[in-house]
């Protein structure tokens, strides 16, 4: 398949991004940190290369998709949006048509979401966002639970873990692919066999719970 060369961003929003938007991420749980920011940004761009799109759009979208995190995990897309439409930088850079489609965007990538996303910039940043590496999902899904359910022991967070990955990545889960040019439909397959699997999903697990439990 013929893939156009990936488009940059301007190098000013993204100085602005690194200097006021990047940095919130630090103060979330390590599974939403600043890791997680620029492995969606770089997703979203390399998926862009696809697609007729403004880039600087897609990477704002994709720079703001969890800032309302900040207000509690229930609503964050909801108040990502709105940190996005608000942000004076931002205003000024985009028009209100595209601000609207923006923030769309930001308010339709989360997983669990009960429609698909309205355009293609939603659908590339919540495909960006599902990054399906077995091993990130399996690490990101225990900082989370480390981070939100200290009172668990290993088997408690085992059993959470396990909850979650069946629910969102096995057969039937809640999770949606948006991207035909993007891979992880054949990572998704990797997933679900290990699901399948519960010697080796027991084994990723703990080497992953005791490497995060460490280091906490």
Sequence with gaps: MYLRRMKRPDPSLVAYA???????????DRAHGTDHVRTVIA?????????????????????????????????HHIDAGRILAEDAEVRRRFTGEQ?????????????????????????????????IDPATIIRRTVQYGLANYPALDREGHYARCLDHLQ??????????????ESDNARRLEELRAIIRDPQRL???FDETFDAEAASE
């Design 43 to 75: 997703q979203s761009l390399a998926l862009a290369a696809h697609y007729d799109v403004d880039i600087n759009m897609v990477y704002a979208i994709a720079a703001y998709h969890d800032t309302g995190l900040a207000y509690g995990r229930e609503r």
């Design 18 to 28: 690194e200097a006021e938007i990047i940095p919130r991420y630090e103060h979330f």
């Design 167 to 180: 629910k969102k990545y096995a057969e039937g889960g809640y999770l949606r692919l948006w991207i035909a």
């Design 99 to 131: 601000l609207e489609v923006m923030r769309e965007a930001v308010e339709d990538h989360r997983a669990s979401s009960d429609h698909a996303p309205r355009t293609v910039y939603g659908r590339i940043v919540a495909e960006a966002d599902r990054v």
């Design 202 to 204: 027991r084994k990723l």
